[in-house]
């Protein structure tokens, strides 16, 4: 019994001293490894975190040690009136896991806003989600009303006929809106910039300004004219230079870059001397490092690579900015895929082909992915996704990132409106 007692000790004192000292013994493998460490800091800081259905008692941001290495734990996050976040987290010999950068998303029903009546349908909302365009009818009398989604107050109108053609591009930045409207055959253009200075400019013309690009800032506007490529700010209209190509862009330096299928693409006079140059059919962005075009079925990303360029296709047709994680999103209604400044890319994901939007929802990458019937916010670098509404009719979306809110054109429960959603 003694030597049964001796041989216990000596087998397991070591075993005590290699587990209290932060190791552990791999019974498969025989080696002696490393604990982890999970660190978890979410918002909201109150949330209660739970480690493979054991509540971890610490206040956030947690960091639990002394973890068995090369395992994975269910980690579950709640708080009232939140949606729970759960993902399964690996744990490495010796490393630290880390879950940051999230915010729960608040569990809320949307709001209506603004509603469709006998006199009044709503057509678009402003990026930011501050204003809406609507058309308005009382007797004969009809108006073009531009009002701020939050009160519902008109801070512009003008009076139009039953013929007359509206055309809006909202700016991707602010509540800048241009606005064309043709009655007979005369065409008036408005920009404004009633998010920030509640003003505008207008003129007229004789031909429709089908091409047009908003500024960095989403406040001017760049146009083709007859001859020459102008600036349009609220307060005025400047030349920049001359041109009569159809594809053309202005860099943040208000360089103007054109293309001409037959000599290529330019910077000014300077030819870009691209070999293999696929048919550009619109420039997203262009600069000495890279440049973002959509070509026939595909956006490019074009980069010089040594003393060779670099011709990556991406297999999607629309692309925006995201300012607030410094990157673009191109994306189809199949996939999407992130494209950094130096013309780096790398696939998000991959869906069934019914996306119908996707809009930025905070600064760290998260994002809202809009179908016809649903709202699904989706982060990027854990994988996690949250079902924020269905059983809806989604015509447009956009979201505030700086107030959490998500607005939508669209229908709940068959009532046609614009409706806030708090996320």
Avoid at 130 to 148: F, I, N, S
Avoid at 170 to 182: D, I, M, T, V
Avoid at 246 to 267: A, C, H, M, P
Avoid at 333 to 339: K, L, S
Wanted: glycine letters at 6%; aromatic letters at 10%.
């Amino acid at each position: 019994m003694m030597i049964t007692l001796i041989a216990i000790f000596f087998v397991s004192s070591p075993l005590i001293i290699l587990y209290t000292n932060g190791y552990r013994y791999d019974l498969a493998s025989g080696a002696v490894l490393s604990t982890g460490v999970l660190s978890v800091d979410v918002k909201p800081d109150d949330a209660r975190v739970e480690l493979d259905g054991v509540v971890i008692e610490q206040g956030i941001p947690i960091r639990k040690q002394n973890l068995a290495p090369n395992k994975s734990y269910q980690v579950h996050i709640t708080r009232d009136g939140y949606l729970s976040w759960d993902k399964d987290i690996f744990v490495g010999s010796n490393q630290t896991a880390y879950i940051r950068n999230v915010t729960l998303f608040r569990d809320t029903s949307p709001f209506r806003r603004l509603q469709d009546d006998d006199t009044a349908q709503y057509l678009s909302i402003s990026r930011d989600g501050l204003l809406a365009l609507t058309t308005e009818k009382h007797g004969t009398d009809m108006t073009l009303v531009l009002k701020r989604i939050e009160t519902g107050e008109n801070i512009f109108a003008t009076d139009i006929t039953a013929s007359t053609q509206i055309a809006y591009r909202w700016s991707p930045q602010s509540s800048g809106l241009f606005l064309e409207l043709k009655n007979d055959d005369v065409y008036s253009q408005l920009l404004t910039d009633f998010g920030s200075t509640n003003s505008m400019i207008s003129t007229s013309s004789l031909s429709l300004i089908d091409q047009m690009q908003w500024d960095d800032r989403g406040r001017n506007v760049y146009v083709q004219g007859e001859m020459f490529l102008e600036r349009w700010r609220v307060a005025d209209h400047q030349k920049l230079g001359r041109n009569v190509q159809t594809v053309w862009y202005v860099d943040s330096s208000e360089k103007i870059w054109t293309y001409n299928r037959e000599v290529g693409l330019f910077q000014g006079d300077r030819p870009s001397e691209i070999p293999n140059l696929p048919v550009i059919q619109q420039v997203f962005f262009a600069s000495n490092d890279v440049i973002i075009a959509k070509t026939e079925g595909a956006i490019s990303i074009i980069r010089p690579n040594s003393d060779a360029w670099d011709i990556r296709r991406l297999p999607v047709d629309a692309v925006f900015y995201n300012t607030a994680t410094n990157s673009w999103i191109a994306w189809s209604p199949w996939e999407f895929w992130r494209v950094d400044t130096r013309g780096d890319t790398g696939i998000i994901n991959r869906t069934g082909g019914d996306l119908l939007d996707i809009v930025p929802l905070d600064e760290n990458g998260v994002l809202l992915l809009a179908r016809a019937d649903s709202l699904t916010a989706f982060n990027p670098s854990y994988f996690v996704d949250h079902m924020l509404e269905k059983d809806i009719v989604v015509e447009q979306v956009t979201a505030n990132i700086k107030t959490r809110k998500i607005y939508f054109l669209g229908s709940v429960k068959n009532v046609r409106g614009v409706y806030e959603l708090e996320y």
